[in-house]
């Protein structure tokens, strides 16, 4: 494990190669799952604010579900996720031409929690955590491309800032002295 400030970060961060590819997967990770996409408190706020703007976009079952749940619902475990289409795909889906799903969100106000994906991170109060989530449906992109910190360094800022992140890339290094 690597701790970067009140952070435990999974050593597959730094030794694991990922690279998405949704032509292979057809963006599988937004259609399944038993939850919404994970959102911070105030990504509620944000995902309220840019709702006209993104409505169009989304198919129409997409744009039901929004208006019947709200952009945002808690689960069975009282945490904040986006809503669902008849328990099913993200209700922020939106489909290319060849049926790939894609996030109506995404040049708006992507979640930061998808930005991240396929970390996954869990605040623990004293802690967070930094880990890897593997699903069988991202196994066209495990061992490609980058180690996970470089591949998701935009979203790592986002998430922790510039700060943490250089403390990550020091601790890495260290590491593997």
Not at 102 to 109: M, N, P, T
Not at 116 to 127: A, S
């Amino acid at each position: 494990m690597i701790v970067v400030k009140n952070s435990i970060v999974s050593d597959d961060i730094a030794d694991q190669c990922f690279c998405c590819d949704c032509t292979l997967c057809k963006g599988a990770c937004c259609v399944d799952g038993d939850s919404g996409a994970p959102l911070l408190e105030e990504e509620a706020a944000r995902l309220e604010a840019v709702l006209p703007e993104v409505l169009p976009l989304l198919t129409p079952e997409g744009r039901t579900a929004v208006k019947a749940q709200g952009v945002a619902v808690r689960d069975k475990d009282g945490d904040l996720g986006t809503p669902l289409i008849a328990g099913g795909a993200c209700a922020y889906i939106a489909y290319a031409p060849d049926g790939t799903a894609l996030c109506a969100l995404q040049h708006l106000y992507k979640p930061v929690s998808c930005h991240l994906y396929p970390i996954r991170v869990e605040d623990y109060g004293e802690f967070t955590a930094v880990n890897y989530h593997r699903w069988d449906i991202c196994r066209p992109a495990h061992g490609h491309g980058e180690p996970l910190y470089i591949y998701l360094k935009e979203p790592l800022v986002r998430r922790f800032g510039q700060e943490w992140y250089r403390e990550l890339l020091h601790e890495i290094s260290n590491r593997n002295e």
